[in-house]
């Protein structure tokens, strides 16, 4: 199959339904190609997590040591690079789509992420933040492309899709449960740079892996460049080489933004709000143009895809306190045992790997029983159980000790409620977009999908600053942020209730520290479970815009 090269029709077709197959026969009742970018993905996402357990406590504890506010400087550098690491993906989507193909793009993003990592290991501010440009610009072409690939191994209304998106998320967790235990050790014992050198060489792994898996042509033929670009020039340039290089030179734009992030993220000039609404705005149009020259069941398919945005959206803002609030909380608050601090991010993917191959048998019992729940249901019960994921660390703030912390169990266990919601939600969206999404459109559809992780990011880290001072002591900012959060008379009342105390009341400074944490946790639980009954209340309708696709 090659790509097809017409405009956006009337109507157009599954993104699973053309095209799928299964090159090279199958392993364990999958496609062999699922698990050649099973390991390519392992590996990457080694790399990014790497390097995320690394960041928060490196610029707290080291680049940022001496200054007053740094762990708030530690938070905006954080948001900064989550939303952005997340706002390429909507735009390399769309370039694969209709430019230089899947194929190319994860090659070309895989490359870059391994510049960018290497160069990690040098101890520079400048090159620090030229080293997050090019994980930005990388992931942007590497990430919605990959399993944009997975997607077209079946056809549409494959029950085995769900049950192999499950299958290749157990790859991401597991680069994702090695790499805080790897790259945290390295970084604490040994220097930071080793554990970002150690993230590198995970990224140059998993571009080695696709590379083979496409010279052997596992993949087939889908994802190739379209043959309308193939042998386009612009100034006597192949167009496929003028996008490498203005990717290249798009770095020290995306190094500015994120050096930059107290300006940026939740300062006076607003300019990444601006970035992030632009976008939003710019993919609204175009997702309307689709919907109003498609048929009635594309469009309400592409609908659907929006309203499972949003509510991945918020599951997102709210889990993405583990690799800030969640890892300085583990940091100052919790009595840890085997684990340092970095290393606790290891935990969410651990019951990953242990969980996923059982949730996979799961789903697929329940189908053969006809009792599997729909897509929104899923949804619902994922956001709920994050909620109670929240209300247990919470909770610990009922039982810290004189020193103001408190016992493992709680992180243990908060964990194990967090991830067992986001094996109901995230690998089950994931298969949802490439099958509801057009084909034409499944990598940019993909890269919308994980613009709502821009969006969460840049909540996360309004969330994250809250932490610092509950509201109370931090100025403007600090008050700015609770407002985001929920409106204080109302939700301080609730948090209050739930932790037993207010941090004001706190008898010691770790004691009112552990407080702040806990009431914004607390907060997280109460929102997350108003969400979860609403996808829960608007399921029918969803399920019947899906036409036939649970």
């Not at 405009?7 to 095209?19: K, M, Q, T």
């Not at 235990?181 to 060489?201: D, M, Q, V």
């Not at 684990?339 to 329940?366: G, H």
């Not at 964990?415 to 949802?432: A, D, M, N, R």
């Amino acid at each position: 199959m090659t790509d097809r090269q017409d405009d956006v029709p009337a109507e157009l077709d599954s993104a699973a339904g053309e095209g799928a197959f299964a090159p090279g026969g199958e392993i364990m009742g999958h496609p062999t190609g699922l698990f050649f970018l099973f390991f390519a993905e392992l590996w990457e996402r080694f790399s990014f997590y790497g390097m995320r357990a690394l960041l928060t406590l490196y610029l707290a504890t080291e680049l940022f040591k001496d200054v007053a506010d740094g762990k708030t400087i530690a938070y905006e550098i954080y948001a900064a690079y989550g939303s952005l690491v997340y706002f390429t993906p909507a735009l390399g989507g769309m370039i694969a789509d209709r430019v230089i193909g899947h194929k190319n793009s994860i090659m070309l993003g895989a490359l870059l992420m391994t510049i960018g990592h290497f160069t990690m290991a040098f101890e520079s501010e400048s090159i620090f933040y030229l080293s997050l440009g090019l994980l930005i610009i990388g992931n942007g072409f590497f990430k919605p492309n990959i399993s944009s690939l997975v997607g077209g191994l079946y056809r549409e209304g494959d029950t085995r899709r769900d049950g192999g998106f499950t299958i290749f998320y157990l790859g991401i967790n597991l680069g994702a449960f090695m790499a805080p235990l790897a790259c945290g050790y390295l970084g604490e014992n040994y220097g930071w740079h080793y554990g970002f050198s150690a993230a590198g060489i995970g990224m140059f792994i998993g571009l080695l892996v696709f590379w083979y898996g496409r010279v052997k042509g596992i993949y087939g033929e889908q994802g190739e460049q379209p043959l309308a670009y193939a042998s386009k020039n612009l100034g006597g340039i192949n167009v496929r080489y003028l996008v490498y290089a203005l990717s290249f030179l798009s770095v020290p734009l995306f190094a500015m933004l994120v050096s930059k992030s107290e300006l940026t993220v939740f300062g006076s000039t607003g300019l990444l709000q601006f970035l992030l609404i632009s976008l939003l705005i710019l993919v609204l149009v175009y997702l309307t143009y689709v919907c109003v020259v498609s048929d009635k069941i594309t469009r309400d398919r592409l609908i659907v895809v929006v309203v499972l945005t949003f509510f991945v959206t918020v599951f997102w803002a709210f889990f993405e306190q583990a690799g800030s609030s969640l890892t300085l909380f583990a940091e100052e608050q919790v009595r840890l045992v085997g684990l340092n601090a970095s290393q606790t991010n290891a935990i969410n993917p651990f019951y990953i790997v242990a969980l996923a191959i059982p949730f996979s048998m799961m789903w697929n019992k329940l189908e053969s029983k006809k009792m599997n729940p729909n897509t929104m249901i899923k949804f619902g019960l994922g956001i709920g159980q994050l909620g109670v994921g929240f209300l247990v660390f919470a909770l610990s703030a009922r039982f810290m000790d004189d020193e103001g912390k408190v016992g493992m169990i709680f992180l243990l266990v908060g964990y194990l409620l967090i991830t067992s919601g986001e094996l109901f939600l995230s690998p089950i969206g994931l298969s949802k977009v490439t099958e509801l999404s057009p084909a034409k459109l499944v990598a940019f559809m993909m890269g919308v999908w994980f613009l709502s992780s821009s969006f969460a990011h840049y909540i996360a880290g309004l969330i994250a600053k809250l932490t610092t001072g509950g509201g109370h002591g931090e100025g403007e900012a600090s008050e700015a942020v609770a407002e985001v959060v929920a409106e204080p008379s109302v939700m301080a009342s609730l948090a209050r209730w739930i932790t037993g105390a207010s941090a004001d009341e706190a008898a010691t400074a770790s004691a009112a520290n552990l407080l702040n944490y806990t009431s914004v946790f607390a907060q997280i639980a109460i929102i997350s479970f108003v969400v979860a009954a609403i996808a829960l209340l608007i399921s029918p309708i969803i399920k019947r815009m899906m036409h036939g696709i649970r």
